[in-house]
């Protein structure tokens, strides 16, 4: 079965204190994993799609990774306008069409 | 420009009520898609539109009714809904079916 799962759950930050969030993916075959930010009440916000191995994105303060099992959204001295929850999810090859499985999100908390 | 709109913005009906949300999109895009989201979830696919001709529908009940008059607009048509409903409704548009999935702010529906 086709999966997706984030961690942590939630993270809490300071300022300026990088880290790194989880993505992990059981799919029969990748076609896409697609990174989203979402604030509370929001729509979700787009902000990567990856597609293969060793593939890398970036966009300010965050970068986006991607390994046969998993990717990481690293974000480097954050600040409080980051904190939102960050949505992970793919699209698997012979799935419904545009069908994305997401995780549960990680919330992220920036302190001032 | 990576803009979807939707109206209302917040929505609150009776469960004999029938009303409308509207998504719309003029970025070419020929797949659009709406989702429910409840609070802490992530979203939930509820159907699939490619050029304008339904694809999927993910077992949502017949009191919702979506179209899609043209390839720029997507409703979903409301009646007779249970508070269970209530939720973040979400409409999202992609080139293709397989592309990336660019979200609109989302409609908050409650119903009482």
């Known amino acids: 079965e086709d999966q997706v799962t984030q961690s942590p759950e939630a993270l809490r930050l300071q300022e300026g204190?990088?880290?790194?969030?989880?993505?992990?993916?059981?799919?029969?075959?990748?076609?896409?994993?697609f990174w989203y930010r979402q604030d509370p009440g929001k729509g979700p916000e787009f902000l990567f799609t990856l597609y293969s191995a060793g593939e890398e994105k970036e966009k300010e303060r965050l970068k986006a990774t991607l390994t046969k099992k998993e990717s990481f959204l690293h974000i480097t001295a954050p600040k409080p306008?980051?904190?939102a929850t960050y949505l992970c999810a793919v699209q698997a090859h012979g799935g419904s069409q545009g069908n994305l499985i997401f995780g549960k999100g990680t919330k992220l908390s920036v302190k001032p | 420009d990576t803009e979807v709109t939707q109206t209302p913005k917040h929505l609150v009906m009776g469960m004999t009520n029938k009303k409308s949300l509207k998504c719309e999109q003029h970025m070419g895009h020929r797949a659009m898609y709406w989702y429910k989201q409840k609070a802490k979830k992530p979203p939930e696919l509820m159907f699939v539109y490619s050029y304008e001709k339904l694809s999927i529908n993910e077992s949502v009940p017949s009191r919702f009714s979506p179209e899609?008059?043209?390839?720029?607009?997507?409703?979903?048509?409301?009646h007779a809904l249970q508070p269970e409903d209530s939720a973040l409704y979400l409409c999202a548009s992609s080139r293709q079916g397989a592309?990336?999935?660019?979200?609109?702010?989302?409609?908050?529906?409650t119903v009482l």
């Not at chain 1, 993505?23 to 076609?31: I, K, M, N, Q």
């Not at chain 2, 592309?99 to 529906?109: I, S």
Request: glycine share 10%.
């Open chain 1, 81 to 83: 306008e980051d904190s």
């Open chain 1, 17 to 33: 204190e990088s880290s790194s969030l989880n993505c992990s993916y059981t799919v029969s075959g990748l076609r896409g994993l």
């Open chain 2, 68 to 78: 899609c008059p043209n390839s720029s607009l997507l409703n979903l048509h409301l």
């Open chain 2, 99 to 109: 592309d990336t999935q660019y979200f609109g702010p989302g409609t908050r529906l």
